[in-house]
């Protein structure tokens, strides 16, 4: 599809206005809260026919480009999960957000880490402006009109808005502070958000109010499962879990072999705190999410070579501390070769999330990899990055892209006593070198008494990378080293009771538990950023937002409408549109009479209809009838059957706009455009 | 696709060996219980990628033929509902089943209705095989030879088995009895079900032991919103309440129009008392729901005419009261002339619902359609018809289709003040009768005092058909009536306090709240009928099952195999693989060298793949591949590309076998589907 360069300011940051298009994502109802009419409940969102078609089109060219195309196992799993499962996943203990209440209003609940974030960049969004009315006076209305929000915020008379910023010079080493805290904003645990809560003594916006120590607050929601109400349950917070259970039907179903790929697309809930910036955090949600089973000897990938070449903007962890956030531009191949990048599959990954968001219509130059940060990170991944979509809400994780290690299929396997590890036949023995630990059981029992079951399993347990750091920790303090079992006691051990060493292994089996590769997104996250993207307006007509989606993602494939009102215009009218839906084409007839033709093509570019037929005195005569395309405006005339035909070759990208304007003739754009009102 | 007469037994009842299926989809993961490794949950069950296909496939075509076709506005709406919603739509006091627990043993809980149905059916057939055995001794070990399930039970020694069957008379008039009461088991309340119980001494089967009186329990999962803790919600049980509280913004959406369809394809959940038979009952499951919303006196339907002349069995409630569940044959024209079926739009969509199930592969000799028993219907319903499927488990209700009548919208509206009605501009004004409540106010505050707004409030929200009854209560009663409000209170007036009268009204504007017509699916209670109706063995291998799918719903397309593990085959492998999914169609690679070629046809037999291309030396030679059809076994041979892009057209639908075969010669088959070990 064409568009004059220069008319389109489709997913340009710089002039977004979000009032805007929120007004028409209400209008056009993309989506709206649940249960709005009962008040609605904060973080929940329904989808109408706009939206909802949107969403179905972004899961399913999702098939299309993993599934299908990859070869993908895909599965359907239970959401309600009993506890025992996320127990020993870890979300029971862990899966939780730092939460503080207003000290004198505790109905006024935040998320700590945004808290701290909304007031930092509040304070430096407040010294810019102060800084810029001493300098330069009109360059200070310029960046307050950027702040859409803040504005309508300034017009309510009274009491300090929500994100009201007041114009306050910093010092540069203050800058520099909050800069710092702000790119590594997910690097803090409780304590340190607490730390920073006093140090700027960061206080509840709307109120003054200081608020109370940061608790921890677990997201998941709790049920119970069957009449009696003795089993507890969880609606899942992701959908990984459950490819991980059936790991053994599914790698019979692949016939032994490694590696394969799972997939699951799927409902998950989170209780978020306190929900807010509508669908980028929500309390239940559909994620798209793959589980690739690897031989962590083996993290090549067969595919890399298609996606190696991309040149992408990588922003490393190391980049984050040192308080940047720029990313630098290389090619996954040499993200991997040095090092950035964990290892090649995760790079294929990379690439490929890459291709599918650009595929679906995201600004390639709104897009960036981040990696997490060490706290940042799930305790278990080895590496993590994630796709970030910049908005207008700042940069968003919208796909997460995790080497989650062996750490899944080990906790299950343990908790369940069910192997889920895979077996190797050598051909030639292998011959490895390997960290082990060996216990003197005769004087460990006396020693730690009804405590040694506890010391044992922790020093059993540990990984040989621990073990080699625990060997060097006893070399170095005498040979005796102290550690904290999971349940928080700390022990202390030495040589007579524990040898740590190298041994030399031959083995003719290898038995190893897969990794897993986890490519995660969060389809909704990507499709409000799809709507900031795709949304513009004509030079002409500054008052009507056009949603410029291609058509593999348009909810609306075509719009069938008539000239005028005239009953002849009828029955061509629903035959063209029945013709289109029997072969798979969503379209729309619009015959509303009251409005002119150029409104209701007007209405559609606000749903992203991308092609429009219309039916009109010559289609009576002559059965030709005319196609117009949503971002050129341009219009060309054909036979009825062929033009049908013709929108779906367009809709399933067989042919492009620019192809189908050299078959037909271009109408005299002058007689139908124009018409708008 | 053809298949030799005689040759292929599918979903033929007489013959069917459920547990052979079963087999069958837990070595192919169908699906299997979530959670296994941890022991399963009852009711609970993942779609392995078999199963999911299947699955995600239904689901497509059902937005194709409904969602695309009808133009209806698909909508995605939250799971998590806050507990007001389902407050008013009477979920929070209605949404139960009645249980009982075994006296001694209070873990062992059984849904009562099932109980009593189970031990009538369990002596019915113990009558069977008595008088068998009584008349001829070899009909008594038939009529135990289909009952596979049973005899399995009876091989373990021992206690009794829940399935096992007593061989013992009953006299005539009892057997009446028994069907009698099985042929309405659903129109029995809590009392009807404790008297059966008491009557026929239903025991738990397992134990022998009297159960305890049926109490109500509610199906709803509960949980709670938020970090308060405070707000109460519920996993919505259907997916329809989302769409009624949407239809304000519904409506818009259809340019203010009447009727439209909203639909919606989600998970819903029921806390089943004691799930029992696979996936015919389960507590999270898939539904597709439409909602039609119509004026009430316009329930014609444009489009009755493309489905008038089918001829489906109806079974309707008059027939079952009787006794009987024998459906009468008749077009749907006329069972909706005969007022059989209460209006033309339920009849049309009873006719959609019939085209959809047969077109996914549902044998339409084992499909029939019946009415709701009053007390089975919703209080608010007209009519209600459910599509039941005949499967091993008997007649299945799969599909409901109900006439709502204006219950749902008139409810939320009350709740929550907000206008849900349409407004009708009239030509003419319209003049009727019409039965109003008139309140004597000054002597109606004095009579009942506080309660003047409780019983004010009842009156005035009475139907018309209510006021009727109410107003000749009044008459034959004195001019007093009696009736008890929502509290559960007694209440009198007489005809000082109240008048009830007909007056005669003239509008210039119709204001009504729509109806609703909701045809509601359970996809997964389909998918289990489908894997029934589409399971055959082939007469010359009886051991092997083959799965019968169309290619609309087969979960995997096509097979690529070569025909030996020579190194030569590999590279046209992948690529014909690579190339069919580019196309979209989901094709599966099978190089297990270890297999033959035959066993591995039969293997994807199994996962019902309708076409298999085969590389074999020729391919290497002159580029030819064969390409065999599933049900007839038959192989043509042709050019590479133009083989996968026939593939792409028979699934499709656009070519059918027969016309392929004409166009590409037939392989003797002797060389290669006989190479099956």
């Not at 506890?83 to 609940?109: C, E, N, Q």
């Not at 061509?572 to 029997?582: G, S």
Request: glycine share 6%.
């Amino acid at each position: 599809m064409t568009a004059a360069p220069g008319l389109i300011k489709k997913g340009d940051a710089e002039s977004f206005d979000r009032a805007a298009l929120e007004a028409l994502l209400t209008k056009r109802f993309f989506f709206a809260p649940s249960f709005e009419i009962y008040g609605g409940v904060a973080g929940l969102y329904d989808y109408g026919p706009t939206g909802n078609a949107l969403l179905q089109n972004l899961v399913q060219h999702w098939r299309q480009h993993f599934v299908i195309e990859e070869n993908m196992l895909e599965v359907d799993c239970s959401i309600m999960t009993p506890a025992d499962v996320l127990k020993t996943s870890g979300h029971v203990d862990k899966f939780s957000d730092y939460m503080v209440r207003d000290s004198k209003d505790p109905g006024s609940i935040f998320r700590a880490d945004h808290l701290v974030e909304a007031v930092l960049e509040a304070r430096l969004k407040g010294d810019a402006i102060a800084r810029a009315q001493e300098s330069h006076g009109s360059l200070a209305d310029k960046i307050d009109d950027l702040s859409v929000n803040d504005k309508k915020n300034k017009k309510k008379a009274g009491k300090k808005a929500p994100g009201e910023v007041e114009p306050k010079r910093l010092d540069d080493a203050v800058i520099e502070e909050y800069k710092n805290i702000l790119a590594q904003i997910d690097n803090y645990d409780g304590k340190g958000l607490a730390a920073l809560i006093t140090k700027y003594d960061i206080r509840n916006p709307e109120t003054g109010n200081p608020v109370t120590e940061p608790v921890e607050f677990n997201l998941m929601f709790s049920s119970s499962i069957g009449p009696t109400g003795q089993l507890q349950g969880y609606l899942r917070p992701e959908t990984a879990q459950g490819q991980f259970l059936n790991f053994g039907r599914l790698l019979d179903f692949n016939n032994n072999k490694l590696p394969f790929a799972s997939a699951m697309v799927g409902r998950a809930f989170r209780n978020e705190i306190s929900p807010r910036s509508g669908l980028l955090r929500v309390r239940e949600f559909t994620m798209a999410e793959i589980e690739h089973f690897v031989d962590p000897e083996k993290k090549d990938h067969p595919r890399f070579n298609e996606v190696k070449h991309l040149v992408l903007p990588f922003l490393d962890k190391g980049t984050q501390t040192s308080g940047s956030t720029e990313p630098t531009l290389i090619s996954i191949e040499q993200a991997v070769a040095s090092g950035t990048v964990a290892n090649q599959t995760l790079g294929y990954f990379i690439g490929r999330i890459y291709l599918y968001l650009v595929a679906v219509g995201i600004n390639p130059n709104r897009l960036r990899f981040r990696q997490h940060l060490q706290n940042e990170m799930a305790h278990y991944a080895c590496d993590c990055w994630d796709a970030e979509i910049h908005t207008s809400y700042g940069w968003i994780e919208c796909v997460g892209c995790a080497d989650r290690s062996a750490y899944d299929l080990t906790v299950h396997s343990k908790r369940t006593k069910q192997d889920l590890s895979v077996s190797e036949n050598l051909r030639e023995p292998r011959i490895y070198d390997k960290w082990v630990v060996e216990i003197n059981k005769k004087k460990f029992g006396p020693q730690f008494k009804k405590d040694a079951k506890v010391v044992t399993d922790y020093l059993e347990s540990r990984t040989e990378c621990e073990l080699e750091d625990l060997a060097a920790k006893m070399a170095a303090n005498g040979g005796s080293a102290t550690f904290i079992v999971p349940d928080g006691r700390e022990f202390t051990v030495n040589g007579d009771l524990v040898e740590i060493k190298k041994v030399t292994v031959k083995e003719h089996i290898r038995k190893y538990t897969p990794n897993v590769i986890e490519p995660s997104f969060g389809i909704g996250r990507i499709l409000y950023s799809l709507l900031e993207h795709s949304y513009y307006t004509r030079p002409e007509d500054v008052q009507r937002g056009v949603m410029g989606f291609s058509p593999l993602v348009a909810p609306f494939k075509c719009l069938v409408l008539p000239l005028s009102n005239h009953t002849s215009f009828e029955s061509p009218l629903l035959e063209i549109a029945r013709q289109l839906r029997r072969l798979g084409v969503p379209a729309r007839i619009d015959d509303s009479a009251s409005a002119s033709i150029g409104r209701r093509y007007a209405r559609n570019d606000e749903l992203g209809t991308p092609f429009a037929i219309t039916v009109d005195f010559q289609t009576v005569d002559d059965g030709t009838v005319t196609l117009r395309e949503r971002d050129s405006t341009k219009q060309i005339r054909g036979p009825r059957d062929e033009i049908i035909l013709l929108v779906k070759q367009l809709v399933d990208g067989v042919i492009s706009w620019d192809n189908a304007t050299t078959k037909y003739p271009l109408v005299n754009t002058a007689t139908s455009d124009d018409e708008r009102d």
